[in-house]
């Protein structure tokens, strides 16, 4: 699996810490090897695969995520590792690419027995299930009981008709009564037959309703015989599904720089869900490792990427680099990279050390900073400096959230700032009741030919890589952008967004995705490539002030 270089390396061209995965640009070296993958991905026969780059090309699209890691063996020779997450081509083991950490497909392993043993269950159900005399004995219950159902609910009708008619003629025989045209006697013998006569309607009411209720419990029980042995066999096949499950998560091993193995389950064990997602460890990221810790090959750089048509709900572009994700391969990674010196984690870095906050607008009321680009709005996990703890120090005397809005750390541009309770609940019903206007100026990384229009696609939060975002029509909120472009240059095109709704990372995803503008905004370290900043710009807010009642607007131009 060990790759080496075509082209002639020296040592002093490499890096001096290892790629910290969740966030990076990539080395030289390593786009080297990812660039040499690629060619071998193209020009291949080892394997069919269908990434949706080719047109006319059968089988279902699926884009997949590749790995490279650099490596140096214990003769100092450079190389590389090569890495696909989940399976490729239907298989989990080809040519050039390291296996899987646990091969749940080895047609011997354990998995492969339970999943005969679950296979049998599941036909035994089927079988069941799909059984004539099962099946009759449902019509029959379900005929019993529509028959019973209507034949109840006839009495029911006769027994309100009878009672109406008895209603009629009671009032008759009072007046023949009052008319002396029936005689005492007679009249309370017609009374009472009366009375019997809806007496005895009750009984057969009260009758045929145990009757049918007798023979639809026999036909139930006869059904609920089957039930039940569908219902032990289900739980049969949840109890060994569970138990397969778990003996996969107790023996995948992971192995660290320094020999330690840790199993998934324990890795885990420590993360608020307590147990792993589905996938854990099936990305590139741990094979690479797993493959060079097993072989004695020293890490020197790791980079993936994106090869094919993007997903329907997440961003990803053809042939661009991603961090490792977070939900499934933090912890596993976390792990496997201790004790290697890497990259600084810039989530441990105060990204507005340095920076001015300038205020642009102040009275007795409220505020309007312009916060820089990376620098945020409110304290995050590990960083507490932020536009709320510097508008506290501004202004020590005011009171309640002050924060009105939030801008992505990433973005810069207009905050309004509330000096009093009574203001900041002022300003967020405007929000909420979108009439503050908004307009963002944003550079994006390619040609927008749309003049103008929107952009209507909800968004939630993806839960195994935080915090991105996906496109989701079931469980989404609504997020809705008009945009406009302004002017194309140097392969870049300027345009405002106007966003109707204001969930996070709204704009960065509908300039990124495919149903959106499907160019990602330049510098876009989510969605797009790592660049300088995110050209992302908060140019301009228009607002009512909550005491002189006028409408106010504020600008200030993006510095890119």
Same mark, same amino acid.
């Not at 961090?323 to 004790?339: D, F, N, W, Y």
């Given at each position: 699996m060990f790759t080496p270089f075509k082209t002639a390396l020296a040592i002093s061209e490499l890096p001096k810490k290892f790629t910290f995965p969740f966030y990076y640009a990539p080395h030289p070296i390593a786009l080297l090897a990812a660039k040499e993958l690629q060619d071998y991905i193209e020009n291949q026969s080892d394997f069919e695969h269908n990434f949706g780059i080719e047109s006319g090309k059968e089988g279902l699209v699926i884009g997949k995520m590749f790995g490279v890691l650099v490596v140096q063996n214990e003769n100092g020779e450079l190389g590389y590792l090569s890495a696909f997450s989940g399976k490729l081509a239907k298989g989990n083991h080809h040519e050039r690419f390291v296996p899987p950490v646990f091969d749940i497909l080895k047609e011997d392993g354990f998995f492969r027995r339970q999943e005969d043993i679950i296979s049998a269950i599941n036909r035994e159900i089927e079988c069941l299930e799909q059984a004539?005399?099962? %099946?009759?004995?449902?019509?029959?219950?379900?005929? #019993?009981?529509?028959?019973?159902?209507?034949?109840? &609910?006839?009495? =029911?009708?006769?027994?309100?008709?009878?009672k109406k008619l008895r209603d009629t003629l009671r009032k008759q025989y009072q007046q023949e009564l009052a008319s002396n045209e029936l005689s005492s006697a007679d009249f309370e013998?017609?009374? *009472?037959?009366?009375?019997?006569?809806?007496? =005895?309607?009750?009984?057969?009411?009260?009758?045929?309703?145990? &009757?049918?209720? #007798?023979?639809?419990?026999?036909?139930? =029980?006869?059904?609920?015989?089957?039930? @039940?042995?569908?219902? !032990?066999?289900?739980?049969?096949?949840?109890?060994?599904?569970?138990?397969?499950? *778990?003996?996969?998560?107790?023996?995948?091993?992971?192995?660290n720089n320094e020999?330690?193995?840790?199993?998934?389950? $324990?890795?885990?064990?420590?993360?608020?869900?307590?147990? +792993?997602?589905?996938?854990?460890?099936?990305? $590139?990221a741990p094979k690479l490792l797993q493959y060079a810790f097993l072989?004695?090959?020293?890490?020197?750089?790791?980079?993936?990427?994106?090869?094919?048509?993007? +997903?329907?709900?997440?961003? %990803?572009?053809?042939?661009?680099?991603?961090?490792?994700?977070?939900?499934?391969?933090?912890? !596993? /990674?976390?792990?496997? /990279?201790?004790?290697?010196?890497?990259?600084?984690?810039?989530? /441990?870095?105060?990204? $507005?050390?340095?920076?001015?906050l300038p205020i642009v607008y102040e009275d007795d009321y409220l505020a309007v900073v312009n916060k820089p680009a990376e620098f945020?709005?409110?304290?995050?996990?590990? #960083?507490? @400096?932020?536009?709320?703890?510097?508008?506290?120090?501004?202004?020590?005397?005011?009171?309640?959230?002050?924060?009105?809005?939030?801008?992505?750390?990433?973005?810069?541009g207009l905050m309004l700032i509330a000096k009093t309770k009574e203001i900041h609940k002022h300003l967020q019903?405007?929000?909420?009741?979108?009439?503050?206007? =908004?307009?963002?100026?944003?550079?994006? @990384?390619?040609?927008?030919?749309?003049?103008?229009?929107?952009?209507?696609?909800p968004l939630r939060v993806d839960l195994d890589d935080r915090p991105r975002q996906l496109v989701c029509y079931d469980y989404g909120k609504p997020a809705l952008t008009h945009f406009e472009t302004i002017d194309t240059k140097k392969r870049q095109t300027k345009v405002y967004f106007y966003p109707v709704t204001g969930r996070t990372h709204q704009l960065r995803v509908h300039a990124a995705h495919p149903l959106g503008l499907n160019t990602p905004i330049v510098g876009d370290d989510l969605y797009g490539t790592i660049g300088n900043r995110l050209h992302l710009h908060a140019e301009s807010i228009t607002f009512r002030h909550p005491i002189s009642k006028e409408i106010v607007t504020f600008q200030v131009d993006a510095e890119f």
């Open positions: 004539e005399v099962f %099946k009759n004995q449902l019509q029959t219950e379900e005929l #019993i009981v529509r028959e019973s159902q209507e034949e109840i &609910a006839q009495i =029911k009708s006769d027994i309100k008709a009878n013998e017609k009374m *009472q037959a009366l009375v019997k006569q809806s007496l =005895k309607e009750s009984y057969y009411l009260k009758d045929r309703t145990q &009757a049918t209720k #007798i023979a639809i419990e026999q036909s139930n =029980k006869l059904t609920q015989r089957f039930k @039940d042995q569908i219902v !032990i066999l289900k739980e049969e096949r949840k109890v060994k599904s569970a138990a397969c499950q *778990q003996e996969i998560f107790d023996h995948y091993y992971f192995l020999g330690q193995q840790k199993s998934l389950a $324990a890795i885990f064990q420590a993360t608020e869900d307590q147990k +792993p997602p589905a996938g854990a460890g099936e990305c $590139a072989h004695k090959l020293r890490p020197i750089a790791l980079a993936e990427f994106w090869w094919g048509q993007s +997903p329907s709900s997440e961003i %990803k572009k053809h042939g661009h680099f991603y961090p490792a994700c977070r939900g499934k391969c933090e912890p !596993i /990674l976390g792990h496997m /990279l201790s004790g290697i010196e890497m990259d600084e984690n810039p989530m /441990l870095t105060n990204p $507005a050390s340095g920076k001015e945020l709005s409110v304290p995050g996990k590990n #960083i507490t @400096d932020s536009v709320y703890e510097r508008v506290k120090l501004f202004f020590p005397k005011a009171t309640g959230p002050l924060i009105v809005h939030r801008l992505d750390m990433s973005t810069s019903s405007q929000f909420l009741k979108r009439t503050v206007k =908004k307009r963002y100026v944003a550079l994006l @990384d390619g040609i927008v030919k749309i003049s103008s229009g929107e952009i209507n696609l």
